[in-house]
């Protein structure tokens, strides 16, 4: 690992120095591409370097406790080895997680998909609750929400929405969702006070760009419709909701919550993009090895990932059995706690892995 450690230092300084020639310095494109790999390894090597004179300062303080015979010194010294070294492991934990491959997906923005599973009206409350959940989470983090689709059950309820979070690593936080959550709570219409256990389905998928996945559009059905949500008078007049069917797959995509049937259109074939892109992932990692895969647990969207028990005020990960309380917290985006932990155990996995 220190060998891949000094090679990566070595690159370095070679594109500094690369970036500082004339030649590089009018070439804007060559420019960019330097800066960019740089920015790839550029906090790998200060943490090295960070580590490297940690190192020395442990040889310098071994030094002095071979040479010096003043026994206060002698003690301050052995303090400082201690500390010294100490931190010295820490620096590195923290470089074996830095050499983890990283998934190229964590820049990008998500496509969320959240539909009520079992426990009829009280599983589409749910769904609400974790949508906003989810929306106020990604507030904390200046990330914008926009709604694709939705089906609407009860009076506060959804069967299944469907929204984008726009911005900066949006992905690689909330693909840590993705799974069965439960819910366990007395619902407010039941009067003998009987705690009922439903769930909602979260599906997570990163947004594909153009040149990933390629469409023809002899292999796509586009119905327009009226819509059958809000908008007021426009929905009566005007058709602007948008169906795609992508024929090879079946996979159909409905987008009906803005009033422009273009911009319905492009949310729509967006999500029919992410939806493909992922298909091909699963595809991709069924052929892999078990200990070779990166997504926390098996990944299946069947898996029962979190439980959220409003009587006892507790949230259970099941991943990692990490329990945490203060619910009402948690329900309004109060998530960073879970999924910092849950991210920390799948880097340890993948250290285990790697170390195998």
Same mark, same amino acid.
Request: proline share 3%.
């Given at each position: 690992?220190? @060998?891949?450690?000094?090679? =990566?230092?070595?690159?370095?300084? %070679?594109?500094?120095?690369? *970036? !500082?020639?004339?030649?590089? #310095? /009018? ?32 040889? @310098?303080?071994?030094?002095? =406790?071979?040479?010096?015979?003043? %026994?206060?010194?002698?003690? *301050? !010294?052995?303090?400082?080895? #201690? /500390? ?48 906003? *959940? ?223």
């Amino acid at each position: 690992m220190l @060998d891949r450690l000094a090679q =990566l230092e070595l690159r370095f300084n %070679e594109i500094e120095q690369e *970036m !500082a020639s004339p030649d590089v #310095v /009018s070439d804007i494109k060559r420019l960019q591409e330097l800066a960019q790999e740089r920015s790839g390894v550029e906090n790998v090597v200060r943490m090295y370097r960070q580590y490297r004179n940690t190192e020395k300062q442990i040889a @310098d303080t071994h030094l002095i =406790l071979d040479t010096e015979t003043d %026994e206060e010194m002698r003690i *301050m !010294a052995k303090q400082e080895l #201690v /500390s010294l070294e100490a931190v010295l492991e820490s620096q590195l934990a923290g470089l074996k997680t830095s050499l983890l491959p990283s998934d190229p997906n964590d820049g990008r923005d998500v496509i969320m998909e959240i539909r009520a599973g079992t426990g009829g009206d009280e599983a589409g409350l749910f769904a609400a609750d974790l949508f906003r *959940m989810y929306s106020r989470y990604a507030q904390t983090h200046g990330w914008t929400v926009e709604i694709i689709d939705r089906s609407e059950g009860a009076v506060g309820a959804f069967k299944e929405i469907i929204f984008e979070v726009s911005g900066r690593g949006a992905f690689s936080r909330f693909k840590y969702e993705r799974g069965v959550h439960r819910v366990q709570r007395v619902p407010a219409t039941e009067a003998g006070g009987r705690i009922h256990t439903s769930t909602a389905t979260v599906a997570v998928l990163p947004e594909a760009e153009d040149v990933e996945v390629d469409i023809n559009p002899s292999e796509l059905r586009v119905d327009i419709f009226h819509s059958g949500g809000a908008g007021g008078q426009n929905v009566n007049k005007v058709a602007t909701a948008v169906r795609l069917t992508h024929l090879p797959t079946g996979l159909v995509v409905v987008c009906q919550d803005e009033r422009s049937q273009l911009r319905n259109r492009q949310k729509a074939m967006a999500v029919l993009k992410a939806r493909l892109l992922d298909a091909e992932r699963c595809k991709q990692e069924n052929e892999l090895a078990a200990e070779r895969r990166t997504q926390v647990g098996t990944g299946e969207r069947a898996e029962k990932i979190r439980t959220y028990n409003f009587p006892q005020d507790r949230v259970t990960d099941h991943r990692i059995g990490l329990t945490v309380h203060n619910l009402p917290k948690v329900m309004e985006g109060g998530l960073a706690e879970i999924i910092d932990a849950v991210a920390t155990s799948e880097q340890a996995r993948a250290l285990e892995a790697e170390a195998v």
